[in-house]
């Protein structure tokens, strides 16, 4: 909670796919909870499943690969739920000081993904989605811009369910672009552009069809700035606040 007497608008801060052996409780994005705090934000930092003392993922069902940083992620489809979950519980006014008529939602990565899967499965569980570096929304895209082979275990699970190419619905159904027009917020997203683990052209895409389905968005592509942002770091937190002041100033 910061400083001052409440209620206070708050935001649910969800992490990427870090380093799970080393990841605490609430332990990413700590610029920019730190930076939202000093601006009278309240923060819900969640820890998604098998991260800190976080229920670990579905044994089965779920898609785990390296992504090339020397550690397992997995991709839960019930995170997004998770993030849904979180969202309502800052909603239904069980949070003391917390405004429930000014929520906020930001994630970076893999959580940037998952903030776009919430507002597509809980329209206007937040009142702006601010996604930081996200992969694309359509996984078909996804697979057609990587180097498969270079992501370990990606193949292996593209020959269990097949390629975009041969089983097109899959791929559509959990890819939330497919979705967006049940989604009621706006969209800021926010990408380097130097950053080569998820593509800036992504995030202009995510924007484009944001836009085409009739709602508000912006892509601010940051140049020179790699996947954490760095080093433009500052600059994109003052844009994420400025963002949510935007918005939720007066809870409309």
Known sequence: MPAGDGPFPAVAVVHGAVDPDTYESGGDLLPEQRALLAA????????LRGYAE???????????FDPGFGWSTVLDWGMALDV???LALLRSG?????D???IGLLGHS???LLALDAAVIAPGASDLVVALSPPASDFGELIADIDVEEVDGLGEWLGEVGTPAENPDYWADISPRTFIDRATEPLLLIHGGADSTTLPQWSRDTSEA???AGLESEAIIIGGADHLLRPHRGE?????????????????
């Open 40 to 47: 009278g934000y309240a923060v819900f930092a969640l820890d």
């Open 54 to 64: 976080s229920d670990p993922a579905a044994d089965d069902g779920a898609l785990a």
């Open 84 to 86: 849904v979950n979180g």
């Open 94 to 98: 069980a949070v003391d000081g917390v």
């Open 100 to 102: 429930t008529t000014r």
């Open 110 to 112: 893999m959580g940037g």
């Open 210 to 212: 944001w836009r085409a």
């Open 236 to 252: 994109a937190d003052r844009i994420i606040v400025e963002a949510f002041d935007t918005i939720l100033e007066d809870g409309t």
